[in-house]
T-cell receptor
Framework: DTGVSQDPRHKITKRGQNVTFRCDPISEHNRLYWYRQTLGQGPEFLTYFQNEAQLEKSRLLSDRFSAERPKGSFSTLEIQRTEQGDSAMYLC????????????????FGAGSRLTVL | AQKITQTQPGMFVQEKEAVTLDCTYDTSDQSYGLFWYKQPSSGEMIFLIYQGSYDEQNATEGRYSLNFQKARKSANLVISASQLGDSAMYFCAMREGWDNQGGKLIFGQGTELSVKP
């Protein structure tokens, strides 16, 4: 088990371009979450999948953002027509939905994909 | 309204001493969970400790303990015997409702802890 993987780790793009991030969760985890974190702030929830179903979307997820998890395994987050305000760290997390040894359904995070929009 | 409040943007502690990081929360749910995560400069969020709203005893995990005061809606993290490797951002987070309702977390703004040798 290699944990949650995110790709790319860093992306620099020009305003107006489209970008796509990929997240590979822990293999037996059926829940997958996307968060956005700007400098000096805590992560903000964007969206959540249970298997392939997208069950919740934050109002932060504007029309330019779309997330998919087509086969209930990896997920992609696409940002169309990027704006400078989209510059942030995009974090992916997964969980099994079951209580672990700590008694909680713990979210395991990836290292994040840092987006810089010029 | 802010659901998770961390009032200490930055904290300093001497190596080997204990430190308390503050967290207050706001919810009308009876069932909720409180989490602490550590984020070193590498960026990855590392789970530290969990407290359920119905847990009567404070949670402990090695050098980490959670001082849970339900009536005050506070869930402070205590790190004993600080180590240089504890220098990082620390985030308090809350899951509202039962876990089978999704399990998403709401995070505070974080506290940057610096451990001095």
């Amino acid at each position: 088990d290699t944990g949650v993987s995110q790709d790319p780790r860093h992306k620099i793009t020009k305003r107006g371009q489209n970008v796509t991030f990929r997240c590979d969760p822990i293999s037996e985890h059926n829940r997958l979450y996307w968060y956005r974190q700007t400098l000096g702030q805590g992560p903000e929830f964007l969206t959540y999948f249970q298997n392939e179903a997208q069950l919740e979307k934050s109002r932060l997820l504007s029309d330019r953002f779309s997330a998919e998890r087509p086969k209930g395994s990896f997920s992609t987050l696409e940002i169309q027509r990027t704006e400078q305000g989209d510059s942030a760290m995009y974090l992916c997390a997964s969980s099994s939905g079951l209580a672990g040894v700590s008694g909680a359904n713990v979210l395991t995070f990836g290292a994040g994909s840092r987006l810089t929009v010029l | 309204a802010q659901k998770i409040t961390q009032t200490q943007p930055g904290m300093f502690v001497q190596e080997k001493e204990a430190v308390t990081l503050d967290c207050t929360y706001d919810t009308s749910d009876q069932s909720y969970g409180l989490f602490w995560y550590k984020q070193p400069s590498s960026g990855e969020m590392i789970f530290l400790i969990y407290q359920g709203s119905y847990d009567e005893q404070n949670a402990t995990e090695g050098r980490y303990s959670l001082n849970f005061q339900k009536a005050r809606k506070s869930a402070n993290l205590v790190i004993s015997a600080s180590q240089l490797g504890d220098s990082a951002m620390y985030f308090c987070a809350m899951r509202e409702g039962w876990d089978n309702q999704g399990g998403k977390l709401i995070f505070g703004q974080g506290t940057e802890l610096s451990v001095k040798p």
